[in-house]
């Protein structure tokens, strides 16, 4: 069992705004997002723990749905620096589960 | 505070040959978890300790890797005899709290291991 996520690509300008998608067929228990950039580790970005909460870091931002079935990350006026694979993960009973990933790139 | 640390970063092994992978958590954090992440693909779960009893090792893909964590503080991962699909790189990651108390995993900068 693993959470959905969409697109599985994008590309972007400097300055656009994009958004990322994870979805699960039963309500989650929580969400983490995180970011990784080539050859480096995961770097953990916010966790969501409440149905209609919402959370923002700098220019990165994201909401969990009423019925905590899904999550979405908002990146506004991207920056170079954005880049990277954007992945969800959620609990799976015992288990934390990654999402497939997201892979952003940022163009100048 | 010190972060999680892995060692070694690289390593190139035939196949055939052993190999251990070695994970030090960030002080105090009882929950250490290994993943995978092969050919950039999802980043697959591989087991959780809480200190140093196995919680959960669902994930270890054959009885080739074996994962220990003695003392409940530094954890290695060994695979005996490596096999080509068990390339990929290995992340370790630690929090102090699971579930809905877990505020984040921090994660290692992990063991990227080519078997050729």
């Known amino acids: 069992q693993q959470p959905v996520q969409s697109p599985q690509a994008v590309i972007l300008r400097e300055g656009e705004d994009a958004v990322i998608n994870c979805s699960s067929s039963?309500?989650?228990?929580?969400v983490h997002w995180y970011r990784q950039k080539h050859g480096e580790a995961p770097v953990f970005l916010m966790i969501?723990?409440?149905?209609?909460e919402q959370k923002g870091h700098e220019k990165i931002s994201a909401s969990f749905n009423e019925k905590k079935q899904q999550s979405s990350l908002y990146l506004t006026a991207s920056q170079l620096s954005y880049s990277g694979t954007y992945f969800c993960?959620?609990?799976?009973?015992?288990?934390?589960?990654f999402g497939p990933g997201t892979r952003l790139s940022v163009l100048p | 505070e010190a972060g999680v640390t892995q060692f070694p970063s690289h390593s190139v092994i035939e196949k055939g040959q052993t190999v251990t992978l070695r994970c030090d958590p960030i002080?105090?954090?009882?929950?250490l978890y290994w993943y995978r992440r092969v050919m950039g693909k999802e980043i697959k779960f591989l087991l959780h300790?809480?200190?140093?009893?196995?919680?959960?090792e669902s994930g270890m893909p054959n009885n080739r890797f074996l994962a220990e964590r003695t003392g409940g503080t530094y954890s290695t991962l060994k695979v005996q005899p490596a096999e080509l699909e068990d390339s990929g790189v290995y992340f370790c990651?630690?929090?102090?709290?699971?579930?809905?108390?877990?505020?984040?995993?921090?994660f290692g900068s992990g063991t990227r291991l080519t078997v050729v």
């Open positions: 039963k309500a989650l228990y929580s």
């Open positions: 969501l723990l409440k149905g209609g």
């Open positions: 002080s105090g954090h009882d929950n």
């Open positions: 993960g959620t609990y799976y009973g015992q288990n934390f589960v």
């Open positions: 990651a630690s929090s102090q709290a699971t579930g809905e108390f877990a505020d984040g995993y921090t």
């Open positions: 300790f809480v200190k140093e009893s196995k919680q959960d």
